[in-house]
Structure formats: structure tokens, C-alpha cells
């Protein structure tokens, strides 16, 4: 557009030009006129009036059609422009199924790509009519308008109620509760369903609305879910670099331990993560190693948030820099260790600093089995990687995470992978609950099917779905998902009883970090009877975690026959 711009005004300049000099050259012939005289009869050119007959001079000639050309080009840029950005433009009152999104930031503007580039509809609403991003979007085929999201109009305007979801990104988490909030009322007026994600940067908020009615009262007209982008950076991180590497299996006596350098958002999601994958067959619980100097205040305000996080993860602290030699300690001993495998992930501070102090680590470790993720947001970051300053060898050990172009595509934020799997295994989980006589389904939320099912019990499912691949590494099977052969995966009882008892090491660790403790059940008091060993559990519970596990195969048959078709 600027580049068009340009043009026009070149054209503009040499119609003028051209103008007045064949004025000039056609007075000369005839009689003299004023300067003023020539420079207006030049302007109305434009409006497509020759004060000569011919023969005209070349000049002129050219003048008087490349003039009106250029005005004429100029009311149309400015009627587009105006129905453009004022929505008025014809297709988008023909659009429908799109992807309606929020804001037009870093984040905004990744997934609007993803979603484009994988041929989907794309509407954005964005406050600032000079972001810079705005052009590379509609070159790509989407609409954009301009306005306050908060405002109901205005997505009513971006036909809210007619789009395949909403995800709002903008630069507050309080303006994106807003948008769904409006959302959501707009949804029950028109009788219409939304889905809407909403960003929360904040992980305390986040986590008090995942029990907000916003998030647990599923209606027909309206489903909501919230998504933090560090957490997105934690679970692409480990699906793709699992700390286990090939699996943990049942005779091997080693665990994880994970250095993380850098306790803030990121590392604090790279902890929790541990808490809820790292829960092995052989029933060792994970290490997990903090560098930063503020760890102590920051540690206390995460275990405010999780108190029962040392009950699941042997955690070592060390409130010091990294040039500290207690720092450079605590990695020497993590990667010495022979009954654990080692992992370090720099997460403190800028791409720069990130990337120099991983080089830094993996040329003091360079000979031992240690392997780095480093957190690398932009492409900046991931240019320095490929540069060729360093050592080829080295960064063949060096993993970046927390690119913007990965965690915020479809896949992630939509959940279009982990759902279809979460669905699928919640499916299940209701029929054989009907078939269960352990308890009542009568009040329980957990028996509802997942379109009402609340968000905390959706990411239950989630949970679950994830820690497949940490289970499917425990008997040796590393292929993906979607190219396991569930027909040949014949589970033997002593394998269903190892998988057993580690999902309910896991099913321990999620309702712990959730604040459940032991105690008669109660939902509302986060009380369970099955907050205890394995050993401790009735035998009745015992079999519905063997028959969830027996069940493996029938989960990827049906996960795998959903993408096949949805494909």
C-alpha cells in the first residue's frame, strides 16, 4: 500500500508537471497568461477540462489524461478505504465460519497468519489504525476493523455470532474477560452459539477463573476457555523435548531433573508442567533445580498458588546469579547425576541474554549427556541460531522454544489436536462411569458431556491426553500418535497394572496442584478418598484406573478415525 501510494504521488507530480509545460508551450502560440493563470487552468486538468482545442502539445496531451486517471484513482483508494474500515465492505456481511480475533499484537498477528495460511476466513478488530500489521493481513485475504472490541456493536459488526470462534488477544487480560463477557451476552440474545478463547496473561487469574461461572457454566449459546501463551510455550516444549527423552521404563531407576534458570512466567510454567507430566512407571518423582536471585519471593508466591508442590517434585532452590559458583554448582551436580536425566532450560530474561548464557552452559558441559531449551520469542532470537558465529556441534544441543509463530497457531490455541484427543477420552470416561457402580453420577460435573463439561474438568481431560505420550514411552513406544497401529497393541495385565498406578500418580498430582486434599468427598471443599498411595487405594477404584488404561487403544483408534475424517 505505501509502495502504491508512492506511485500515485509521482503520477500526481509529473501530471502536473506535464500540465503546466504543455500550458506553457500551447499559451506561447497564442497569447501570454499570468503565472496564477497557467497553475489554474493546470488544476483542473483534474476535473477533465482543456481550456485549448487541438492539436495540443505532447505535453499537455499526456497531462489531461493522466490527471483525471490519478483523481479517479484516488476517490477509489478512498471509498475502499472507507468501506474497509468501517466494516461496510459487501463480504463481510457475507461472512460466516470465520476466526474473530481481538487485537492485532505479536500474538494476534501469528495466529491471523496461521489461520490464513491454512485457508480459514479471518476478521480482526483492532483499536489502532496505524498498527503496522494491518497491511501484511489484508494481503493475505483478511478483513480488518478498526474499533474497541469491548464494544458490542462492534462485534456484532465483525458478526461474532456467526463465526466459527472468537480469540481475543488484546493488551490486557481484564479487556480480554470483557470481550467474552459481551461475547457471551450476545450469544444468549441472538440464540446463537460462540466459542470464544481469551489470552490471561496473568496465571493467578487464569487460574480463579477457571471456577468463574464465565468458564464453568457452559450454555448452549456460549463456551469459553482461557490460555496463558507461557503455558502454550511449557506443553509445546516438552511434546516435542520430553524430559524423559525415549521413556522411562519400568526396570530403570532413574527420574527427570530439570535446571530451569530464570524463575518467572515461563519458568514458573516449565515447574508446573513437571509437576503434571513427569510421573514415571519405575514411581520416581522428578527433580527440579531453580537458579535466580529472587527465587525465595518468588517461590513463595508460586507455592501460594500450589502448597502441595513439594509433595509432588524434589525441588532445590538457589537464590543466586548464574556466574555464582553456587549457580555453576547446582548444574554440575544436576548433569553428574547418574540416577536422573538431566535438562536445562534458560528462560531468564531477553533472547540475547537467553541465547549467550546457553551457549555459555553448553561450552562448560560440553562433555557430558546434558542437553538446553532455550527461550528464543522472536525470530530474531531464532536468527542468532543460525548465524554461523557458533559452534555447529553446540547448537545441535540447543532447543529454542517460545517462538510467537508456533505457540500461537491454530493447533495451539484452539486446541484442535489436544481437544479431539481430550474428547475422545472423555467419551469414554462416561460410558464406563455408567457402567460403574464405584459412585453416583448424580451432581457429579465430571459425568457431563463435554460441551457443558466445566473448564477445570476439561483440562483434566487435557492433562490426561498429554501424559499418553509419557505412558506409550514407558512400554518403549515413541512413534507419534497418529502413526501407532492401536490393532497390534495387545496390553499385557502387567503392563495395565504398571500404567495404572502411574495415572493415578497423576491423577494424585493434578488434584494436589489444585488444592484437593484427603478427606470424605466433597467438591466444593476439594475433599477426595483417593488422595492416597496406590497401595491405600479400594480395590473398586483400582480397577477403574486399570480399565481407563486398558483402554489406550481403543483411545488412539478413535482419536485417529476423528482426523482421518475430519481430514
Same mark, same amino acid.
Given at each position: 500500500m505505501k509502495r502504491s501510494r508512492f506511485l500515485l504521488l509521482c503520477c500526481y507530480l509529473l501530471a502536473i508537471g506535464l500540465g503546466y509545460w504543455g500550458l506553457v508551450a500551447a499559451n506561447g502560440e497564442q497569447q501570454a497568461s499570468p503565472v496564477t493563470e497557467l497553475a489554474y487552468?493546470?488544476?483542473?486538468?483534474? %476535473? %477533465?477540462?482543456?481550456?485549448?482545442?487541438?492539436? $495540443?502539445?505532447?505535453?499537455?496531451?499526456?497531462?489531461?489524461?493522466?490527471?483525471?486517471?490519478?483523481?479517479?484513482?484516488?476517490?477509489?483508494?478512498?471509498?475502499?478505504?472507507?468501506?474497509?474500515?468501517?466494516?461496510?465492505?459487501?463480504r463481510r456481511w457475507l461472512v460466516q465460519d470465520h476466526v474473530l480475533i481481538c487485537g492485532l499484537g505479536v500474538k494476534g498477528f501469528s495466529l491471523a497468519r496461521d489461520c490464513l495460511d491454512r485457508g480459514r476466513?479471518?476478521?480482526?478488530?483492532?483499536?489502532?489504525?496505524?498498527?503496522?500489521?494491518?497491511?501484511? %493481513?489484508?494481503?493475505?485475504?483478511?478483513?480488518? $476493523?478498526?474499533?474497541?472490541?469491548t464494544d458490542p456493536v462492534m462485534l456484532q459488526k465483525a458478526r461474532v455470532t456467526r463465526s466459527n470462534c472468537l480469540v481475543a488477544l488484546c493488551g490486557r487480560d481484564e479487556t480480554n474477560v470483557e470481550v467474552m463477557v459481551h461475547a457471551r451476552k450476545l450469544a444468549q440474545d441472538k440464540k446463537a452459539l460462540v466459542k470464544a478463547f481469551a489470552h490471561i496473561g496473568s496465571l493467578d487469574i487464569r487460574h480463579a477463573l477457571t471456577t468463574h461461572d464465565l468458564l464453568t457454566q457452559h450454555e448452549d449459546s456460549f463456551d469459553g476457555t482461557v490460555f496463558n501463551i507461557h503455558e502454550m510455550s511449557a506443553r509445546a516444549l516438552f511434546e516435542s523435548w520430553p524430559l524423559d527423552r525415549d521413556g522411562i521404563l519400568p526396570a530403570d531407576t532413574r527420574t527427570t531433573h530439570l535446571v530451569v534458570v530464570g524463575f518467572g512466567d515461563v519458568g514458573q510454567s516449565l515447574a508446573l508442567r513437571v509437576a503434571q507430566m513427569c510421573h514415571f512407571v519405575n514411581g520416581r518423582k522428578p527433580r527440579l533445580t531453580i537458579i535466580d536471585p529472587r527465587v525465595e519471593e518468588l517461590w513463595r508466591e508460586f507455592l501460594w498458588r500450589f502448597p502441595y508442590y513439594e509433595d509432588i517434585v524434589e525441588v532445590t532452590r538457589v537464590g543466586a546469579p548464574l556466574a555464582d559458583t553456587r549457580a555453576t554448582g547446582a548444574i554440575d551436580l544436576a548433569a553428574n547425576q547418574s540416577d536422573s536425566i538431566a535438562s536445562l532450560a534458560v528462560v531468564q530474561g531477553s533472547d540475547q541474554e537467553n541465547f549467550t548464557t546457553a551457549l555459555?552452559?553448553?561450552?562448560?558441559?560440553?562433555?557430558?549427556?546434558?542437553?538446553?531449551?532455550v527461550c528464543l520469542s522472536s525470530s530474531r532470537g531464532l536468527a542468532m541460531m543460525t548465524s554461523g558465529g557458533a559452534d555447529a556441534k553446540l547448537l545441535e544441543r540447543m532447543t529454542p522454544f517460545g517462538q510467537y509463530g508456533i505457540n500461537c497457531s491454530s493447533r495451539m490455541v484452539l486446541g484442535e489436536t489436544l481437544d479431539g484427543l481430550a474428547q475422545v477420552i472423555h467419551g469414554f470416561y462416561l460410558k464406563d462411569r455408567q457402567a460403574s457402580t464405584v459412585r453416583s453420577q448424580e451432581n457429579d460435573p465430571s459425568c457431563l458431556p463435554w460441551s457443558r463439561l466445566p473448564e477445570y474438568l476439561r483440562d483434566s481431560n487435557r492433562q490426561q491426553a498429554l501424559h499418553l505420550r509419557v505412558k506409550l514411552r514407558s512400554l518403549g513406544i515413541t512413534t507419534p500418535l497418529e502413526d501407532i497401529d492401536p490393532e497390534f497393541m495387545r496390553l499385557t495385565a502387567d503392563q495395565i497394572e504398571l500404567l495404572a498406578r502411574q495415572e493415578h500418580a497423576r491423577w494424585n498430582a493434578e488434584k494436589m496442584l489444585d488444592g484437593w486434599t484427603l478427606g470424605e468427598r466433597d467438591n466444593a471443599r476439594k475433599h477426595h478418598p483417593c488422595l492416597v498411595s496406590w497401595e491405600q487405594l479400594t480395590e473398586a477404584y483400582k480397577d477403574f484406573d486399570r480399565l481407563t488404561v486398558a483402554r489406550i487403544p481403543e483411545y488412539l483408534r478413535e482419536y485417529q478415525r476423528i482426523r482421518k475424517e475430519s481430514h
Open positions: 487552468q493546470t488544476l483542473r486538468l483534474f %476535473i %477533465i477540462e482543456t481550456p485549448y482545442h487541438s492539436p $495540443l502539445p505532447w505535453q499537455l496531451e499526456i497531462a489531461r489524461w493522466l490527471a483525471p486517471a490519478c483523481a479517479a484513482w484516488t476517490l477509489f483508494l478512498a471509498l475502499m478505504a472507507t468501506l474497509r474500515d468501517h466494516g461496510l465492505l459487501l476466513k479471518v476478521v480482526i478488530i483492532e483499536a489502532d489504525q496505524q498498527c503496522p500489521r494491518v497491511e501484511g %493481513i489484508r494481503l493475505r485475504g483478511g478483513q480488518v $476493523l478498526f474499533g474497541d472490541a555459555h552452559l553448553l561450552q562448560r558441559l560440553r562433555f557430558l549427556d546434558i542437553r538446553v531449551a
